[in-house]
């Protein structure tokens, strides 16, 4: 693989030698990875252990459409070629009783580090890296003791933990990668910090949370409380509708202390008449009073997809355009929409392009998107993912004289290699539209290139 990455002499020798240096690790590494999930089960006690590791290698041409990234030092680096690696070891031990529900509770420790230049958006450099915890808490659910409400249908936990509505639109996401902790692209932390507490209920088909979350301090130690209510239909609950209201508590970040934010939803709403169509749609409202931190914001987004399960290669084809509004200078209060706490779980969701929604500070903020993904399934363990963008200004900003900030294009492949193993590839360009030049200050189209590899066991 070494060598027939030699035909790509763009990316450069850095990025290629730490592609080789990767490859060769994660080899040696799942080799020596060896141990069963459940470690012990008796008398309604379960300890079971889970291991994840990840590698990748990215390298950006033109940063920031050419104007590139200032180093501590001072230097503007035009390209980027980085490494990211880590490892995740995690238990978690369950305690079944005979009348009061199961006792449960789990941790997940992260070692991970990033070499060479850093990422292309600066959130970490070279030779960064850390331990911490991902994940601890304990918790309980009722069992069969509210039978007629049904099995488990009350799950109450407190300590580090994830915690996802939706889509992950606003709330996926409890920690940012970033600065010490290595990993940006990566992103193998998503857990809430200390403090989190969640209330689960589940009374089919309904489903509710009340909740109190607080985000890393690289997501600005964001202290939330909230609730939300979904009603679960379909093919094992996939579809929903759903309604969500939290309030920003504390931040480090003025703009979002005080913060009031509502949510409507429905995802993965199928059409008895169309079958293999599945419709989508969110609004959020962001409303903030509060003095020098007045906001008046709104995103929405609406995608519709169509599965064509009886053609070869079950190719899956979708639309979605979503807007986040921007800031009107003219009042005195805001209107940029905050992306909060986004998640990412799968190519294509909540960051939007693998250069735009990785680096650019046009993601889910003051932008227009249309968006058309195809993906198709040449084997079964190989996906093909082609995604495309289009971006403009929601409000042209101060010295932008066009809205377009510009076109972008990923081509991604997913190979389940073993059981254990998955094997990642994408390559994308961002075309620059003269707004998105203005604005970053460059003059250059920008282009990506990413190899991962994720074991789990």
């Known amino acids: 693989m070494c060598n027939a990455l030699r035909v790509a002499p763009r990316i450069g020798a850095r990025f290629l030698k730490s592609v080789c240096l990767a490859g060769t690790a994660l080899l040696a590494l799942t080799a020596a990875a060896h141990a069963d999930v459940t470690l012990y089960e008796q008398n309604g006690v379960t300890l079971e252990g889970g291991f994840t590791a990840g590698l990748g290698a990215i390298g950006v041409k033109n940063a920031n459409l050419g104007a590139g990234v200032v180093t501590p030092s001072g230097e503007v680096q035009k390209d980027r070629n980085w490494v990211e690696g880590y490892i995740a070891p995690s238990l978690k031990l369950t305690y079944a009783t005979e009348s009061a529900g199961t006792l449960y509770g789990g941790v997940r420790a992260v070692s991970s580090g990033t070499g060479g230049d850093g990422d292309a958006g600066g959130f970490t450099q070279g030779r960064q890296g850390r331990t911490d915890l991902d994940n601890l808490y304990v918790g309980w659910k009722s069992g069969d003791l509210l039978s007629s409400l049904g099995k488990d249908a009350v799950d109450l936990s407190y300590g580090r933990q994830n915690f996802v509505i939706g889509d992950s639109f606003i709330i996926g996401d409890g920690t940012l990668d970033s600065q010490r902790q290595g990993t940006y692209w990566l992103g193998p932390r998503r857990g809430w910090n200390t403090g989190t507490a969640v209330a689960k209920f589940d009374i089919a088909p309904v489903h509710a949370d009340l909740f109190r979350l607080k985000s890393d301090k690289n997501s600005n130690t964001d202290v939330i409380y909230g609730g939300n209510l979904e009603w679960r239909f379909g093919a094992e609950g996939k579809s929903s509708v759903g309604a969500s209201y939290m309030r920003i508590d504390e931040s480090k970040l003025a703009t979002r202390k005080g913060m009031d934010i509502y949510n409507l ?182 282009s990506v290139f990413e190899l991962a590899a994720i074991f789990t066991y």
């Open 265 to 446: 939803r429905a995802l993965g709403v199928t059409v008895p008449s169309v079958p293999g169509l599945t419709l989508s749609a969110e609004y959020v409202k962001q409303h903030n009073s509060r003095a020098g931190a007045a906001l008046d914001a709104s995103a929405w987004y609406g995608e519709a997809g169509y599965s064509f399960a009886d053609v070869a290669w079950t190719p899956r084809a979708s639309y979605r355009y979503s807007q986040f509004s921007g800031d009107n200078p003219g009042t005195v209060k805001s209107e940029a929409f905050d992306p909060l706490h986004m998640g990412f779980p799968r190519w294509g969701s909540w960051l939007q392009g693998e250069i735009n929604g990785q680096y650019f500070p046009t993601s889910n903020s003051n932008v227009k998107v249309h968006n058309v993904q195809f993906a198709v399934q040449p084997a079964e363990t190989v996906t093909l993912t082609a995604l495309f963008y289009d971006f403009r200004f929601d409000r042209k900003p101060a010295g932008v004289t066009s809205g377009h900030v510009g076109n972008e294009i990923n081509l991604a492949v997913d190979w389940a290699a073993t059981p254990n193993l998955l094997v990642s590839a994408a390559v994308g360009r961002f075309f620059a539209g003269d707004g998105g030049k203005q604005f970053l200050r460059g003059t250059k189209d920008s």
